[in-house]
């Protein structure tokens, strides 16, 4: 190991020692992210079709008089997608904690990025 190697990996240690809990889990996040081959959150732009992969953090359904809504947050380490299903109360499989793959077209509605009935693939549970 060359002196470079050894001070990246003395660097590393020290960064997992005394980082917090939530960057940890968010590069973990982001390495996953970028394993699968997804655009990152935070890249996403308004009228792009994207493919982002996260776990969600919250799922709620939001009664409306004419439409309810199934809203869940996308979190892949570098920022949140709001992922909505319009009409749906339920989607078996879309709990908070769960990771998955959503593909669609990004929109902002009140600042916030978001997929409208997102194609979705739910990774198998770790």
Not at 5 to 30: N, P
Not at 58 to 64: K, M, N
Not at 88 to 96: D, K, L, S
């Amino acid at each position: 190991m060359t002196t470079d190697e050894s001070r990246l990996s003395l660097r590393r240690l020290l960064h997992r020692l005394t980082a917090s809990e939530a960057e940890i889990e968010a590069q973990e996040l982001r390495r996953e992210s970028a394993e699968s081959g997804g655009t990152p959150a935070h890249q996403c732009a308004r009228g792009q079709v994207v493919s982002v992969t996260g776990r969600l953090r919250t799922v709620v359904y939001t009664p409306r008089t004419n439409l309810p809504t199934l809203e869940a947050d996308l979190y892949d380490g570098s920022d949140v997608v709001t992922l909505v299903w319009l009409g749906r109360r339920h989607i078996a499989g879309i709990e908070p904690g769960r990771h998955l793959t959503a593909r669609g077209r990004v929109a902002v509605r009140d600042d916030r990025k978001v997929i409208y009935n997102p194609y979705y693939e739910l990774e198998s549970p770790k």
